[in-house]
């Protein structure tokens, strides 16, 4: 049965979930695992692909959404163990019309580490 303390508590608990879940869309991190991806593929030995979405707060061409995908890119090699000594952006494109896209991505970066 549940009694009026353990009522009390799992409101507390409720709440302090969903005031997790409410600041979790502010963060950097929220946005760079929803606009971006790095893919090892496997065809091409010792290059990684940087998949990027442009939106409204991360256009195209601006200098500070570049900045933010390069902190993107950062992180993502980071959390991989990659690139250590640093890397160089071999070409970046749009996905091509018969790529392999399924995230829906606008702009590939090719890049090998240093």
Known sequence: ??????????????????G?????????DFDRHRYSQLVQPFSQAGVLFFDVTYTAAYPEDDPAAEQ????WLAAWLRSRGACSAGFEIIERRPFEYLEDNPRRHDQRYELRCR
């Open 1 to 18: 049965m549940i009694t009026l303390r353990s009522r009390a508590t799992l409101a507390s608990l409720l709440a302090l979930l969903l």
């Open 20 to 28: 997790a879940c409410a600041t979790m869309d502010d963060t950097s």
């Open 68 to 71: 933010a995908r390069m902190q």
